[in-house]
């Protein structure tokens, strides 16, 4: 199969194919690069210095350049620098750098605001392919993008900025003094609500600081807000880690710190030490669980890394009842609590019981007696008045006459209570209707929407608090093997290197001669229960042995490498369905002769699965 046939079977519909230029000095880089682009339907060329980047950004038109920032012959800002000065804007394409220094690259000359993106090396490949979906989509507001040539989402085109962006960047030093914030920030880089993240997404400033490669470590809070306000934290990559400092008090006990709360003498103390909390946790917490997209993954991450319970409040504010400790919208918290419980991962423990409106699902109700007739509230508590002589017995309003009592039954007067008469009790009696009985009903009208529902059909929920379980903790720390699930996916800048050049070869024989190959990645969801049971060196010793049970069944054909979390498998001519239709078979084999039992977890990653 040729590369161009890999294209068409791995390309997505909806993106527009992109020119693609590749200036990178390491051929094993630019391999990997060309394929995963090509791979998506997108046309690439490549450089092998700054000189032969020049030349084709000259002669050529291209929609995105991926430029090394250390080069042969030229620097990448230089040749950056060259297009700048010598093309008009409409025809440069976007300038994306890559580098493993990023700090001297931010320390360099002021063409580095020229890259709308940098990648910081090793880099990961999905997150470049995600970018470069992203050109298709509108620039925010503030962007630019030049007739010809698309900007990627969220970043001005290349050679230009956002009229307020300042070139650079400031520090947190003058982000304090120029945004008046409270002490305890200083040696910090916080993130402000509203004015780094708001409604609108992202500043400008924002977007360029973690372009860059910058890490915040808190989320400061500068005016009142909500859960929902805050979504955005849980939609860009792990930003839901980081500790919630709330300068306001609005948000209570869904922030981290709520500064009202705190003695003014005590505040640098405590938000320091949170800020080191909150960071020594996050380094826990397993990268596939830290990058994860799934809301479920980074709520059980947030729980993990803030080190607390999920517990209710309970609130007339809001419809539900009820708030918990945690900048999540409550709406999507009881699906995720809900899923996660089922897994295991969490644990609940029971709190209360609420009525809801079956409309609205409102707990701000009025509960009220009513008429069982006609629903009415107008109800009055009467006696009973009950006449011995004649036996009758009625409400009281039956037997008024002025001031006088008198049976409606025998038209006698009463007149001695205890002689003529008694009052055995009291009735309910509706004056809407006039039905009397001696009870009355219960209904429930929502506050909201004003529905009415009777007591007899009115829909309950159980409020629950909710705690990591053992096998949360382990999720978190571990990641998806510890749940028995087959790995999601590949990252490549998570596997060993030399596996990463030995991909990268099989992939140019698959691509050039149609060569099959398979990556089999091996993982252990049994493997904490079993250190505990078993220790450490058994388990080690357990887990080389059946690598070398592969590799002696494989021989020639298997390129074996051991990692952290999977051992991985990389066998040459062999498909991925082959290996599937004979999981059972190898998997019998790697069992062979250890002396327990690894339950070793077997996943498949053809080429289409790697780079399509």
């Avoid at 060259?82 to 690259?105: C, H, S, Y």
């Avoid at 993954?297 to 729980?303: E, H, I, M, N, R």
């Avoid at 609205?360 to 107008?378: D, G, H, K, T």
């Avoid at 903790?473 to 996916?489: C, D, H, W």
Wanted: a negative charge.
């Amino acid at each position: 199969m040729s590369s161009n046939q890999l294209s068409e079977t791995g390309q997505s519909g909806s993106a527009r194919h992109k020119k693609i230029l590749i200036t990178e000095d390491s051929p094993v880089t630019q391999d990997i690069l060309k394929l995963v682009l090509s791979a998506k339907g997108h046309e690439v060329h490549v450089a092998n210095d700054g000189k032969s980047a020049l030349t084709k950004l000259l002669e050529e038109q291209y929609d995105l350049a991926l430029m090394d920032y250390h080069l042969p012959e030229m620097t990448g800002t230089e040749v950056v620098a060259r297009i700048l000065k010598e093309r008009a804007p409409e025809n440069r394409p976007v300038f994306v750098a890559m580098t493993a220094d990023v700090a001297g690259m931010e320390a360099g000359d002021d063409v580095r605001d020229a890259f709308v993106h940098v990648f910081a090396k090793p880099f990961d490949f999905d997150e470049l392919l995600d970018f470069v979906e992203a050109m298709d989509a509108p620039a925010s507001a503030g962007a630019t993008a030049h007739q010809g040539q698309p900007a990627a989402a969220g970043y001005a085109a290349a050679g230009t900025l956002p009229d307020e962006e300042e070139p650079d960047a400031p520090t947190i030093d003058r982000i304090v003094s120029l945004k008046g914030r409270p002490a305890g920030y200083e040696q910090n880089r916080p993130l402000f609500w509203p004015q780094d993240i708001g409604p609108a997404g992202f500043s400008a400033e924002a977007r360029k600081y973690m372009a860059s490669g910058g890490d915040y470590d808190m989320v400061v809070v500068t005016e009142p807000a909500t859960a929902a306000d805050l979504r955005a934290l849980w939609s860009m990559g792990d930003l839901n880690l980081l500790p919630i400092i709330d300068e306001t008090g609005h948000l209570a006990h869904q922030a981290d710190i709520s500064l009202p709360k705190i003695p003014r003498g005590s505040v640098d103390r405590i938000v320091r030490t949170c800020v080191e909390e909150f960071t020594e946790a996050r380094t826990s917490v397993h990268l596939e669980v830290r990058q994860s997209r799934e809301p479920a993954d980074k709520l059980l991450a947030s729980l993990y890394v803030r080190g607390r319970k999920l517990t209710p409040e309970f609130s007339g504010a809001v419809p539900q009842g009820v708030t918990y400790n945690i900048a999540m919208e409550d709406e999507e918290l009881g699906g995720l609590t809900a899923h996660l419980t089922s897994e295991g991962l969490l644990k609940r423990s029971f709190v209360d019981r609420l009525h809801g409106c079956p409309k609205c699902a409102s707990v701000r109700l009025n509960v009220r007696e009513e008429c069982f007739e006609c629903r009415s509230p107008n109800l009055e508590e009467t006696a009973i008045v009950h006449h011995f002589k004649c036996a009758y017995q009625g409400p009281l309003r039956d037997f008024q006459q002025g001031s006088d009592l008198v049976c409606p039954k025998c038209a006698r007067e009463l007149r001695h209570f205890g002689v003529d008469y008694d009052k055995p009790g009291t009735v309910i009696s509706c004056r809407h209707c006039g039905a009397s009985s001696s009870d009355a009903a219960v209904g429930f009208k929502c506050l909201d929407c004003g529905a009415h529902t009777d007591g007899e059909v009115m829909e309950t929920h159980d409020v629950h608090a909710f705690e990591l379980t053992e096998k949360g903790r382990a999720f978190a720390e571990e990641g998806f093997i510890v749940t028995g699930a087959a790995q999601r996916n590949l990252k490549f800048a998570e596997l060993p290197l030399d596996l990463v050049i030995a991909l990268n070869k099989s992939a140019r024989l698959y691509s050039d001669d149609a060569r099959p190959f398979c990556l089999v990645t091996a993982g252990y969801p049994q493997r904490r229960m079993q250190l505990a049971e078993h220790g450490p060196r058994l388990v080690e010793l357990s887990r080389r042995q059946m690598v070398e049970n592969l590799r002696n069944y494989f021989a020639d054909a298997a390129n074996i490498h051991q990692g952290t979390d999977f051992d991985y498998i990389l066998l040459d001519r062999m498909t991925p369905e082959s290996f599937r239709a004979n999981t059972q078979a190898y998997e019998e084999v790697a069992q062979s002769g250890l002396k327990i039992d690894l339950g070793a977890r077997f996943s498949v990653f053809g080429p289409n699965d790697l780079f399509g």
